[in-house]
């Protein structure tokens, strides 16, 4: 298993505050990985950081087989290296029907110019439908998606990641506010996605977190504090003791 | 395809039939048809409304759909006056010029000619030389071309500096603003080589046509501008229709995350706030030979900002919105300022509409803002509730 | 001057008149001869004898002499004025009182003093010598701020001779001034000259620069062969003029004139010339081998006269390099009207020492002004400092807060006719207008807009069109003006190039007011306290028991009422018009938004880069405030490239995006 994703020595600061001090983390292809850490561990800002919107003080970030640095790229650009991004509370285009937010997401051209002219077409189509089956909404295609439930708008955006076919998967709580039932089929459409592709998901639950059974890396203030199977960090420990307060 | 694109959107088959019915209409009524009901400058203003309808095109798809609330569009559209008004200016002068030299003992060279036209156009400005931006004033097919890279280029390098360093929302209208601003006081000198404030002026004669009535010159323009108005239109519904819209409508809600999708949203304003500006260089140059009077006072702020008012009360966010606003506001605007409504009388003191018109305008735009966002547009809304939210 | 010189005489004659023993008339007999066939050799004696009597009266008489207003009744010989009569006579006044003493039936009786043009110089600097050394302080400035005013050569020996007496000590120094100054000028001695002129080395003065700036006055001539060596050549030109590189003030058809003038080039057919000459020369619609209709370029036109000129009926025509040519070799030269060239090297080298001088102080006084105007961009900026800045509302109308608070002190000043007192009152009630203003936007329109900001620019756009419109309404279109206490007026004056008005400093001094003010407020009070948490997490603030309610009330209040008082300042040195307020919206916003949003440190830094910039443009395009406007703005967005969240920028998350 080769490595997709290498974070090394990488620290950010914000007026002094050290969010992310240090931090090193690795991911292959096709490999499950779930982040926890107690709020202000820096979670969200190592995903800022991988997704390019936030530029570290130091460190590196090298992407994929050709070790290209992330840094210097622009949130589109390394989204279009095969960076998918579901952010904790769900953000969805409200004002756009679902199906119009899967084709905004479906892997395709990128420029203004080729979406100008780009015409659906039965492939895209099938492709499309296919997802929202995946994801549950089929009978949802033609609604407002700001009229969906809170679960089907986390849904829509896991189908829009799915859909952007990435090769790494950046998930922020993506369980949170859903019933358990959702939940199961949330863990199931992200171990899915698994198999083929790279899939970091950032937790606080660790029922869910449980439920993935993947390796864990658990971050506290901005470095890795533990990282092994979900037994393993739960009994260490540091790990509890930041989780319990000393 | 062509079919269903026409299916899905109605309201271009049915505002394609009002433009055809309204100006053919216009023509049956004018005095160009023989007809006293519409008087040759009221054909004017008619032609120029159409203009300012395109111009409410091109701003309702930065702002309403692309969510730039540009307050530099009618930068754009004087500047695409100026370059076709420096033709017409140039080459009417020339006329003027090439007459009174006709009689001299010695036919006139071309230099004569030239200094003959120089200090008749800048003898106001004190000088008597031609400046560099009018290198192509002789040439119309090059100042036509400049109607539309001048604005164009102009918006594409300010967006691309705007758009880069990521400078967004009011911001980046405050900085719009301060470009148009920038833009005014410079035409207002006097060297800027376009006549500081006394603008270009005596544009509604055709070089050429010195024959052509005014009757007919206005029906012209107004066939013109609404053969303009018809093709803004279709071509801001293909922009805002399927992937394209959705990319842009995605950008106004939320740009961030079309961001993470993989688009280059610099690009995709870029390429809207360009093409905006070119449509409204395009609509500046129809309307300015209908008005036949350009300055720089018609450049300022306040003439984008009314253009947001216009868009704002017609209905963001769709097509149809941004015309009937433009067309209800500014014919509303005429009619008040040239004192059509009756003055109202309250004893001590009468209303007079000329002085109280702007107050009552800036007032209904705070109650629009507040109570009908989706402005005159909205009330489709009521008669077609499937329609509903579709657009918003 | 002749004016002031009578007032004087006048009150000199009231206060001192009858003591003096002397009386003018019989000093004027005892020289009969000498006053009325006065020269240059005899009237010496005649003014030492009237400056030793010092009789009233005197003064006035030397001034209507050399104005040739006295006459001699030929009868006994005694001296009047005069006063032309309707039937012809005159009236005799008398040279002492003033008062009528007689008639004189016919003109023929009486003769009038006419002195030549040399006693009249004479009499001139006696005059002044008169009135430099008069016993009343007040004359005494009265002929130096003439001389000052007027310089010539006759006013320097008087000067020197009444510096010695003079016992003012600060009218000495005045009067030892103006003796150097005028010694520069008029000095014979060129080592005395010379001193005068190094005196003036580094001095900031105007009247040492117009005192030395003709030393250095030149003219344009062609030096013969075998140069003068008595002409001081200050720049010799030959050469010059093939080339484009002509110094100051030299032109090209200044240069062909004078080398015309000396013979050395003959006339230069123009192309006006040109044509005139084919238009006369037309035969049968032909000219010079060209028929009409082909003359419409130049090139033929130019051909058909050269036929012309072959055939000798017209002067050859030039070309513009044998022109370059002959000016080349003509010997030009820019020669110093002033001979001597040891005078005018240090002329040259003082001005330049004078120049430095004073182009140190331009800079100090640039920055001054650069000060000024950034308190002003300062203070029409800091209210929304607090309304955009910490609150993140856009105020479109801010504009129109200023202009409703010059309104309101134009108003004051119509009620309360003390400006001083009327300025005490215009203040406080411009802060309570605007206040009280802002509290209704806020509740009325903008507080249902919270988080949609676009929407809030709209609606407060919408405000500030009415707005506009109906103080248009109200005070009309023309310029209200708001005038300044007398105690306002004037100016700080530092040295001759440095010098801030009054005005302005209080300008200055109510912008850092309201800056210490506002970083108290909101830093150091409960107000800012709560400020600061509703603006940073409202819903938060609710839950500790802040009203956010009432806290965006309150801070919008006191943003619109500190416009309201930037209203009133800055309505004292501009005019107050309906459209002042657009005047700075835009310039407001961007020095919010160059120094950094959400702070008033940034306000600050905003206003103080914008105006040392504009200043700097401006100074460096001098004639053109609406050049440096454009390039300002052009600047501004530039600057956003590099800095695009201000100079003071807030970093990380709390930024928001």
Not at chain 1, 92 to 99: D, I, L, N, T
Not at chain 2, 311 to 324: L, N
Not at chain 3, 296 to 310: K, P, T, V
Not at chain 3, 605 to 610: K, T
């Amino acid at each position: 298993m080769s490595t997709l994703l290498e974070v090394s020595g990488v620290s950010v600061s914000f007026d002094g505050f050290k969010a992310i001090n240090n931090l090193s983390f690795q991911i292959g292809d096709a490999e499950m990985r779930a982040i926890i850490g107690p709020n202000g561990a820096g979670k969200t800002t190592f995903m800022d950081i991988v997704t390019g919107k936030t530029k570290p003080d130091e460190g590196r970030v090298i992407w994929g087989e050709r070790n290209i640095s992330l840094l210097g790229l622009s949130e589109s650009r390394i989204a279009q290296e095969g960076v998918g991004r579901k952010f904790q509370r769900p953000t969805v285009f409200e004002a756009q029907s679902v199906r119009e937010n899967l084709s905004m997401a479906l892997k395709n051209k990128r420029g203004p110019f080729d979406v100008l002219m780009y015409r659906r077409n039965a492939e895209a189509r099938a492709r499309l439908e296919d997802i929202a089956e995946q994801v549950g909404l089929s009978d949802q295609l033609e609604r407002m998606s700001g009229e969906l439930s809170h679960g089907q708008k986390q849904w829509l955006e896991i189908g829009m990641l799915l859909a952007q076919e990435p090769r790494l998967l950046l998930v922020d709580e993506p369980a949170a506010g859903m019933t358990p039932e959702e939940r199961e089929h949330t863990t199931d459409i992200l171990v899915e996605a698994a198999k083929t592709r790279a899939v970091v998901v950032v937790e606080h639950d660790m029922e869910f977190v449980r439920r993935l059974n993947c390796k864990v890396t658990v971050l506290h203030e901005g470095s890795v504090l533990a990282e092994g199977s979900i037994d393993h960090v739960t009994s260490n420990q540091e790990v509890i003791d930041v989780y319990l307060g000393r | 395809m062509k079919q269903s694109f026409l299916i899905r959107n109605p309201h271009i088959l049915v505002f394609m039939g009002l433009l055809a019915v309204f100006t053919i209409a216009v023509t049956l009524m004018s005095a160009y048809a023989g007809s006293d009901v519409i008087s040759t400058s009221f054909v004017k203003t008619l032609g120029k409304t159409l203009c300012l309808c395109l111009i409410a095109i091109a701003m309702d798809l930065v702002w309403g759909y692309c969510g730039i609330l540009s307050l530099g569009h009618f930068a754009f559209f004087g500047i695409g006056g100026y370059m076709v008004g420096m033709w017409l200016m140039y080459e009417r002068t020339k006329e003027i010029v090439a007459t009174s030299m006709a009689a001299e003992a010695l036919p006139p060279t071309p230099e004569e000619v030239r200094e003959g036209i120089g200090t008749q156009i800048f003898g106001v400005v004190g000088g008597a030389e031609i400046p560099w931006v009018w290198y192509f004033a002789d040439f119309l097919s090059i100042q036509l071309a400049l109607v539309v890279l001048v604005p164009g280029l102009l918006a594409l390098i300010f967006g691309w500096l705007a758009f880069r360093s990521r400078v967004t929302g009011v911001y980046l209208s405050i900085l719009t603003q301060a470009m148009t601003l920038a833009l005014s006081l410079y035409l207002f000198q006097n060297d800027s080589g376009l006549r500081g404030n006394n603008g270009l002026s005596g544009l509604q004669n055709i070089p050429g046509l010195t024959d052509v009535g005014q009757d007919t010159i206005s029906i012209w323009f107004f066939w013109a501008s609404a053969v303009a108005l018809a093709l803004g239109y279709l071509m801001a519904v293909f922009f805002t229709q399927g992937k394209f819209g959705s990319v842009i409508r995605g950008i106004r809600d939320d740009e961030a995350r079309v961001r993470f999708l993989g688009y280059n949203v610099e690009g995709y304003k870029l390429v809207v706030f360009t093409g905006t500006a070119v449509i409204a260089g395009i609509a500046g140059a129809l309307y300015y030979p209908q008005a036949g009077i350009i300055n720089p006072a018609e450049i300022a702020p306040i003439a984008s900002i009314y253009l947001a008012v216009w868009v704002a009360i017609g209905g963001r966010g769709r097509i149809y919105g941004a015309v009937i606003g433009a067309a209800f506001v500014s014919l509303l605007s005429s009619w008040f300022t040239g004192g059509g409504a009756p003055d109202i009388s309250l004893g001590v003191y009468t209303i007079q509409w000329t002085d109280w018109w702007l107050v009552l305008l800036g007032f209904s735009f705070v109650a629009v803002t507040l109570f009908a966002p989706k402005g005159i547009g909205g009330l489709f809304d009521l008669i077609n509730p499937a329609h509903k939210g579709e657009k918003s | 001057m002749k004016r002031a010189g009578i007032w004087a005489a006048f009150l000199w004659l009231c206060l001192s008149g009858a003591v003096f023993a002397q009386d003018l008339q019989n000093v004027l007999q005892t020289h009969q001869q000498a006053v009325e066939k006065a020269s240059r050799k005899t009237i010496d004696a005649v003014l030492d004898d009237l400056a030793a009597a010092n009789a009233p009266g005197t003064q006035t008489f030397i001034q209507e002499w050399a104005g040739k207003n006295v006459w001699m009744r030929k009868e006994d010989g005694l001296f009047f004025y005069v006063s032309a009569q309707a039937d012809k006579s005159y009236e005799l006044i008398d040279l002492a009182s003033g008062e009528t003493v007689g008639v004189a039936a016919e003109k023929k009786l009486l003769k009038q003093l006419k002195p030549n043009s040399g006693v009249r110089g004479v009499l001139a600097s006696f005059l002044v010598q008169f009135q430099l050394s008069d016993p009343d302080p007040e004359r005494r400035i009265a002929a130096l701020q003439a001389i000052e005013r007027d310089a010539d050569e006759t006013h320097y020996g008087p000067l020197q001779a009444s510096v010695e007496n003079e016992p003012d000590a600060e009218l000495k120094a005045r009067k030892e001034r103006l003796v150097r100054v005028l010694a520069v000028q008029f000095e014979q001695d060129e080592t005395k000259r010379i001193d005068a002129i190094l005196s003036f080395k580094g001095d900031l003065g105007v009247d040492a620069r117009a005192a030395l700036n003709p030393i250095l006055a030149t003219d344009l001539v062609v030096l013969s062969a075998l140069q003068d060596p008595s002409e001081n050549v200050a720049q010799s030109l030959s050469s010059r003029f093939t080339g484009s590189d002509m110094p100051d003030g030299v032109t090209r058809e200044q240069a062909i004139a004078l080398v015309q003038k000396a013979g050395l080039l003959g006339p230069i057919p123009d192309n006006d010339a040109i044509k005139s000459a084919l238009i006369a020369n037309m035969q049968d619609d032909m000219v010079g081998g060209f028929a009409k209709q082909d003359l419409d370029q130049q090139e033929n036109r130019y051909q058909a006269y050269d036929a012309l000129a072959a055939s000798g009926l017209v002067d050859k025509r030039i070309s513009d390099y044998d022109v370059s040519e002959t000016l080349a070799y003509s010997n030009l030269a820019l020669v110093y009207r002033e001979p001597s060239s040891v005078v005018t090297d240090t002329a040259r080298e003082t001005l330049a020492s004078i120049n430095d001088a004073v182009g140190l102080n331009q800079a100090l006084d640039l920055g001054l002004d650069a000060l000024s105007l950034a308190s002003i961009f300062f203070l029409a900026a800091i209210g929304l400092a607090i309304t955009f800045g910490v609150m993140g509302v856009i105020n479109m109308a801010h504009g129109e807060f200023i202009m409703m608070g010059a309104y309101t002190g134009y108003v004051v000043q119509q009620l309360i006719p003390n400006y001083t007192v009327s300025l005490i009152v215009a203040i406080p009630l411009a802060f309570a207008v605007t206040f009280a203003a802002g509290v209704a936007l806020e509740r009325l329109v903008i507080r249902w807009l919270y988080n949609r900001p676009l929407e809030t620019l709209l609606a407060t756009f919408g405000v500030s069109i009415a707005l506009q419109q109906i103080a248009k309404n109200i005070f009309g279109t023309q310029a209200r003006p708001l005038t300044s206490p007398g105690w306002l007026d004037g100016a700080w004056v530092l040295n001759d190039v440095v010098s801030i008005s009054y005005i302005r400093i209080a300008i200055f001094a109510l912008g850092l007011i309201f800056f210490l003010l506002l970083l108290f407020i909101l830093n150091k009070t409960r107000l800012g306290l709560e400020v600061r948490a509703v603006t940073q997490n409202p819903r938060m603030a609710s839950a500790m028991g802040i009203n956010p309610d009432k806290i965006n009330m309150l801070t919008f209040g006191l943003g619109s009422g500190i416009a309201g008082i930037a209203g009133v300042a800055i309505g004292l040195f501009a005019k107050v018009t309906s459209e002042l307020g657009s005047d700075y919206i835009v310039q407001s916003f961007m020095t919010i938004v160059v120094g950094g949003v959400g702070n008033i440190w940034g306000a600050l830094l905003g206003a103080g880069m914008i105006g040392t910039l504009q200043k700097g443009i401006e100074w460096l395009n001098p004639s053109n405030t609406l050049a440096a406007q454009t390039y300002m703005i052009l600047f501004i967005i530039l600057f956003i490239q590099i800095r695009p969240r201000g100079i003071i920028a807030l970093k990380g998350r709390a930024a928001g995006d």
